[in-house]
């Protein structure tokens, strides 16, 4: 049975038979996959004009890398980056989401024309999000990370403790659980043996009873399982993963390759539904 994810400006998304495709989209110009390649507005475009024709349904616009040592940026710069994109976003009339754990620039996002908030810390480096998200509406994508923290817990063990911390905080604010979905950071403070650890055990996450979004894309430890170094290479690796996060249950991927994941996720989703007919 399908669930509605609601979203900024009136739109939301069925959450159930059909895998749902996040497209990366980085106006930055160090960015670990694809930095510089698309700073120019009509690159960027372009890029955003490819992936939905390619099965897309969501634009996420980031203008900040995120990578390991990525140079950080102010809140002027990011925004500066990022809202021209959003708002020529809306000619094609597809979902926007925008990738920062600025409260100001979601906010300014969100007005854009943005649908949806996908913050990195969780909303515990500016919890000032979650009153933004219930103020505008707007989808939020809560992402545990293990950055700027020590842990040597079990991996599930540290995903419950961080992200019931991030929900508290969205409860506190108001935000309504129809508008909220989890991602587990894949990569996020995270070495290779916990990564694949993550992907063995992900079916517990369900105990969540939220959405889940993953992103494994061209990831550091996808190269360490495939012996693929170039970040470009490793798209193959990615399918694979999205395979197998979809049968243990994500439902949101976020990629950097649209085509290659699109055809993996139907054969994931044609597998689900022959169980689904069999039950």
């Known amino acids: 049975m399908s669930k509605l994810w609601q979203l900024a400006h009136g739109r939301n998304i069925a959450i159930g038979s059909k895998s749902i495709i996040m497209g990366i989209l980085n106006v930055t110009p160090d960015s670990f996959s694809d930095g510089g390649r698309y ?67 979601a906010l300014r996002a969100v007005e854009a024309g943005a649908h949806i908030v996908n913050d990195v810390w969780g909303l515990q480096r500016e919890p000032e999000i979650a009153a933004i998200a219930k103020e505008t509406g707007a989808g939020l994508v809560i992402m545990h990370t293990s950055r700027d923290r020590i842990t040597d817990q079990d991996v599930i063990a540290d995903q419950h403790n961080f992200l019931n911390v991030s929900l508290q905080i969205a ?41 889940l979004l993953v992103g494994t894309s061209r ?17 193959i690796g990615t399918a694979a993963t999205s395979i197998a996060m979809r049968l243990a249950g994500a439902s949101i991927f976020r990629v950097h390759n649209v085509a290659f994941n699109r055809d993996a996720l139907a054969v994931a989703d044609a597998i689900l539904q022959s169980e689904a007919a069999t039950e």
């Open 39 to 105: 700073n120019e507005l009509d690159q960027a475009l372009a890029n955003a004009e490819k992936m939905l024709n390619e099965g897309a349904t969501i634009i996420d616009v980031g203008g900040e890398s995120t990578r390991p040592g990525g140079a950080s940026i102010d809140a002027e710069t990011e925004a500066a980056r990022v809202i021209p994109v959003i708002t020529a976003l809306k000619q094609f009339n597809c979902l926007i989401s925008i990738d920062t754990y600025r409260a100001s620039t």
């Open 171 to 211: 409860e506190q604010c108001g935000v309504e659980k129809s508008r909220i979905c989890l991602d587990p950071g894949f990569g996020f403070g995270k070495n290779t043996e916990q990564d694949i650890a993550l992907m063995a055990r992900f079916r517990e996450l369900q105990a969540f009873e939220y959405p």
């Open 219 to 235: 990831k550091r430890f996808i190269g360490a399982m495939t012996g693929q170094d170039a970040p470009m290479n490793r798209d």
